[in-house]
């Protein structure tokens, strides 16, 4: 099975960029759909953004539309999240997560899932 790892998050004032990682081990990364999900204490898990395995269809949630880029680079067996004009609101533990069919918005169709990066953005 595949593992995984996200890195790239800090803390960043608003209106500031950052981008995470998802490096894949294990199993090539190649054969999997990955999604970002964020958790914010007290608050639900929360779409972000998902891409396909071959990077051709991405979908990401209203919040952080025109502001979040998905993409992945297959060779490096590494999905990214390029986050700007970042909000407090998008304060959060972010997670990725994979699956070996499509890309998906809910989180219960991942059956792998990193440990998570926190990402705080000041006011």
């Given amino acids: 099975q595949v593992q995984l790892v996200e890195s790239g ?3 960043v004032q608003a209106g500031g960029s950052l981008r995470l990682s998802c490096a894949a081990s294990g199993r090539t990364i ?9 958790q914010a204490p ?3 898990r929360e779409f972000v953004s998902s891409i396909s395995w071959t990077g051709g269809i991405t979908y990401y949630g209203d919040s952080v539309k025109g ?9 490096k067996n590494t999905v990214y999240l390029q986050m700007s004009s970042l909000k ?10 994979a ?3 499509g890309a998906s918005t809910t989180n ?3 059956p792998y899932w990193g440990q998570g990066t926190q990402v705080t953005v000041s006011s």
């Fill in 9 to 11: 998050g800090g803390l």
């Fill in 42 to 44: 007290g608050k639900e």
């Fill in 30 to 38: 190649s054969n999997y759909a990955v999604g970002w999900f964020r």
């Fill in 108 to 110: 219960v169709s991942y």
């Fill in 99 to 101: 699956r070996s069919f």
């Fill in 67 to 75: 502001r979040f880029t998905i993409s992945r680079d297959n060779a």
């Fill in 88 to 97: 407090p609101e998008d304060t959060a533990v972010y997670y990725c997560a």
